[in-house]
């Protein structure tokens, strides 16, 4: 490794009860089953979470997890 931090968000969807398997990858985050409803919110979620860092011009390595969390929870759907 070069000493540089990876940092990579993981939402799980635990409610899918339609036996369909739902997989959403990007570069800082994968999005692992739930229901359509919950995969598509968390998928959301996080692409907005992601778009709000660099617009702060803040990379995902380098946020403060308080930051981090108040950013994801401004962005989850209600």
């Known amino acids: 490794m070069d000493g540089k931090k990876s940092v990579h968000l993981l939402g799980v969807g635990l409610d899918n009860d339609d036996g ?16 359509e409803e919950t995969h598509e919110r968390m998928t959301e979620t996080l692409i907005k979470t992601v778009e709000d860092l660099k617009v702060k011009g803040k990379e995902l390595e380098s946020t403060d ?13 209600r």
């Open 20 to 35: 369909h398997k739902r997989l959403t990858q990007a570069e800082k985050f994968s999005i692992i089953g739930g229901s």
């Open 65 to 77: 997890t308080k930051e981090l969390a108040e950013i994801i929870h401004n962005n989850t759907p």
